[in-house]
């Protein structure tokens, strides 16, 4: 019976242990949810429809299964983008809208609001499996903490 009793608390140990270091399954309700309480931000962020945000982050050659997006007033060039898509091929498209959406960025805000230059150059873009993340805050290094936990 003792060693049962140490065999189950070793499994259990074992398994801790595994659960401690494993990576949480991306999810883009998750994700987006944590940039946006996690981070704060100057401007307040407004939830975008996908089919609106299509049209300025170029997604039309893009199999896009779900979505968060949020954006603000346009004052600050502050911005969330988690999609997730179709196949890991979608999700290298993404990626490379993702980096065209921010080079955009940082051409309209060069003479408009060049302080938020800054924002842009730091801006966070990961792929990781089908999803593609744009994080543009003043808090690149949470932004990259928050998505670290899901690659």
């Known amino acids: 019976m003792k060693k049962r009793v140490i065999a189950a608390l070793l499994i259990v140990g074992l398994a801790l242990l595994t659960a401690c270091g494993s990576k949480s399954a991306m999810n883009v309700d998750e994700v987006s949810k944590r940039l946006l309480n996690e981070i704060a931000y100057q401007d307040e962020l407004s939830s975008m429809g996908l089919d609106t945000a299509s049209m300025?982050?170029?997604?039309?050659?893009?199999?896009?299964?779900?979505?968060?997006?949020?954006?603000?007033?346009?004052?600050?060039?502050?911005?969330?983008?988690?999609?997730?898509?179709?196949?890991?091929?979608?999700?290298?498209?993404?990626?490379?809208?993702?980096?065209?959406?921010?080079a955009e960025q940082k051409v309209n805000y060069e003479?408009?609001?060049?302080?938020?230059l800054d924002k842009l150059n730091e801006a966070v873009i990961v792929e990781s499996?089908?999803?593609?993340?744009?994080?543009?805050s003043n808090e690149p290094d949470t932004a990259r903490k928050i998505l670290s936990e899901y690659q």
């Open 111 to 116: 003479d408009y609001v060049p302080e938020e």
């Open 129 to 136: 499996g089908n999803f593609a993340v744009l994080s543009v």
């Open 56 to 102: 300025f982050l170029n997604l039309s050659d893009i199999e896009v299964k779900n979505a968060a997006i949020y954006e603000t007033s346009g004052w600050t060039a502050e911005e969330i983008v988690v999609l997730e898509c179709a196949s890991q091929a979608d999700a290298d498209k993404a990626k490379a809208a993702l980096e065209a959406r921010v």
